[in-house]
């Protein structure tokens, strides 16, 4: 893996105000401009597919599961654009370039777009 969460990734909602009010640095439409044609890629490539699914399924786990019962709530996207925010940090630290096929940061990535597009994350 290329960048490791810790607790600063978890945040909560009653870290800020409203938590679905974007920031001025958020990174989430950047990535969604970037990776969004990637989702078109799913339909032809189960491989794919297969991938992102288990991305978001750890973001989710990552993101959703609070408290001692773990059960899922709704994503906020300050908590998203915050792992989204560490992970491309950690991309820019190592010198990550965008390949022209896929490696674990494109499935991150594309299943951050994948978290947003399904959340409506940027409509809000």
Same mark, same amino acid.
């Given at each position: 893996?290329?960048? $490791?969460?810790?607790?600063?990734?978890?945040?909560s909602p009653d870290d800020?105000?409203?938590?679905? $009010?974007?920031?001025?640095?958020?990174?989430?439409?950047?990535?969604?401009?970037?990776?969004?044609?990637?989702?078109?890629?799913?339909?032809?490539?189960?491989?794919?597919?297969?991938?992102?699914? %288990?991305?978001?399924?750890?973001? &989710?786990?990552l993101l959703y599961a %609070?408290?001692?019962?773990?059960?899922?709530?709704?994503?906020? &996207?300050?908590?998203?654009?915050?792992?989204?925010?560490?992970?491309?940090?950690?991309?820019?630290?190592?010198?990550?370039?965008?390949?022209?096929?896929?490696?674990?940061?494109?499935?991150?990535? $594309?299943?951050?777009?994948?978290?947003?597009? %399904?959340?409506?994350?940027? $409509?809000?």
């Open positions: 893996m290329f960048a $490791t969460p810790d607790e600063s990734h978890r945040g800020s105000p409203d938590p679905h $009010t974007p920031s001025a640095d958020c990174p989430l439409p950047g990535i969604v401009a970037a990776f969004a044609p990637r989702l078109a890629e799913l339909a032809f490539e189960p491989g794919l597919v297969a991938a992102v699914d %288990q991305h978001a399924a750890e973001l &989710r786990e %609070q408290g001692p019962e773990l059960l899922p709530r709704r994503l906020h &996207r300050a908590e998203l654009s915050d792992y989204a925010r560490g992970f491309l940090d950690r991309l820019d630290e190592i010198g990550w370039r965008e390949p022209v096929g896929y490696d674990f940061a494109v499935h991150r990535l $594309t299943a951050i777009c994948w978290l947003v597009r %399904q959340n409506g994350l940027l $409509t809000a």
